[in-house]
């Protein structure tokens, strides 16, 4: 299979390594604006050639798309212009809905499916693509009846490949999700993160650091050029989490400064996510399971 990657960072490099180590790639060519980024995807061996769009989507069986979210739906509309009727396409933007409105009414929307495969780390560029990043991972595939077929099969396969369970919603469904389980822990980090900063005294909090506010504020050492972007793209749905999690918020200062019990049972309630993520625990739990069930083939 010939395999171009456009955009060479993480979740592109990382999908072309496990693809050639799959041996589902044959021939990987890369594309990305930045000419240090594709000098160093060619020297860490993560694609046999760097090329020009133009030349090089024209012959490839299979087209990933990985770059900022706002830069996605011109170069997806130029790459479907430019395709055989053979061509696979995706972007693996973290918002969809509108990317895939874009090109709705386009000749070739049927080579297109429009996936989010669930998986990263707070790094970019060349040098952050991981073998197995996907492993066990989900990846959601969006409005799948607007993909032919063949193309949509072809896509399965990729992720399957990789190790990935598939999920199927709808592009708003998708964008409504994952400002939740995504996009707002982002925001969190970063406004964390600033809060912290602003602290004259914090040169002794830093050294005070441990793994507790490292982890949490890992988040906050994402690209503003990447995240910036997903957060504009998904504002309606961004800004309605960030309300709900604004309503906690005040819930617990108000508990801690007149509630301790009422403050205790919120913590309590919040350990109920352990049992939610390990797959165990009680009928939330059930509802949540139910949830991949119903968008899973």
């Not at 560029?125 to 063949?150: H, R």
Request: a negative charge.
């Amino acid at each position: 299979m010939k395999l171009t990657v456009i955009g060479l960072g993480l979740i592109g490099g990382s999908m072309a390594i496990d693809l050639r180590k799959a041996g589902f790639a044959q021939e990987i060519t890369g594309v990305d604006a930045v000419a240090e980024n594709a000098e160093e995807a060619l020297r860490l061996g993560i694609v046999d050639r760097i090329g020009d769009l133009e030349n090089s989507v024209k012959g490839a069986d299979f087209v990933i798309i990985s770059i900022p979210v706002d830069k996605i739906v011109g170069t997806l509309t130029q790459v479907l212009d430019l395709i055989s009727d053979q061509t696979t396409v995706i972007d693996v933007g973290s918002t969809k809905k509108a990317i895939a409105l874009a090109v709705d009414s386009h000749p070739r929307r049927r080579n297109y499916v429009a996936v989010h495969p669930m998986s990263g780390t707070e790094n970019s560029g060349p040098g952050a693509a991981l073998q197995g990043l996907f492993e066990g991972k989900i990846n959601i595939i969006c409005d799948q009846e607007k993909s032919g077929p063949l193309y949509l099969a072809f896509a399965e396969k990729v992720f399957q490949v990789m190790g990935m369970k598939l999920a199927y919603m709808t592009a708003d469904e998708q964008d409504h999700s994952t400002a939740f389980i995504s996009h707002l822990p982002h925001v969190a980090a970063f406004a964390l993160a600033n809060a912290v900063l602003d602290k004259e005294e914090r040169e002794i909090i830093f050294d005070l650091a441990s793994g507790g506010f490292t982890s949490t504020v890992r988040l906050a050492k994402s690209s503003p050029e990447m995240w910036g972007p997903i957060f504009q793209q998904n504002k309606q749905y961004v800004v309605e989490s960030l309300e709900v999690y604004i309503k906690h918020l005040k819930a617990f200062k108000k508990s801690i400064e007149n509630d301790p019990e009422e403050m205790m049972e919120l913590m309590r309630n919040a350990n109920r996510i352990r049992g939610i993520l390990s797959g165990e625990g009680d009928s939330l739990v059930k509802n949540e399971k139910t949830i991949v069930k119903l968008y899973t083939k």
